[in-house]
């Protein structure tokens, strides 16, 4: 049975989306300036940014799920989905290396944004 997504969820998810996609537009403008970008630039940054954006939007879900269980089930509960998250990261980064069509470096400083965008959140008050 599918659950109904929590607008939370959602909101957050999109607000961190959207500075991700501005920090990876900046991101690829200094490839450009440093005369390093190329395709696989932009494939990389797809694959990081991407993977960083689902990444986020799991952590709001298993969140959302965690809420519905008692605190020791939902404390267990957190640690396995940041494990399983955490592996498929290393997977994104290992795919990012091994496949030439993608930048590595392009593919792993976008897991770094949802951060930068979660500090940015706090300057704005929820409503």
């Known amino acids: 049975m599918m659950r109904k997504i929590d607008p939370v969820v959602l909101k957050e998810t999109l607000f961190v989306s959207a500075l991700v996609l501005i920090l990876s537009a900046l991101m690829n403008a200094v490839f450009l300036m440093l005369s390093a970008w ?3 630039v932009l494939f990389g940054t797809l694959l990081g940014a991407g993977a960083a954006c689902l990444n986020f939007f799991l952590m709001g879900l298993s969140l959302q799920k965690s809420l519905e269980k008692e605190p020791n089930d939902a404390k267990m509960f957190m640690k396995l989905s940041h494990t399983v998250r955490l592996f498929g990261m290393f997977l994104i980064a290992l ?3 091994l496949v030439p069509v993608f930048h590595v470096v392009a593919v792993v400083i976008p897991f770094l944004f949802p ?3 979660i500090m940015v959140r706090a300057l ?3 409503e």
Do not use: D, K, M, S
């Open 115 to 117: 951060r930068v965008a």
């Open 38 to 40: 190329n395709l696989t």
């Open 95 to 97: 795919i990012g290396y």
């Open 124 to 126: 704005f008050p929820a």
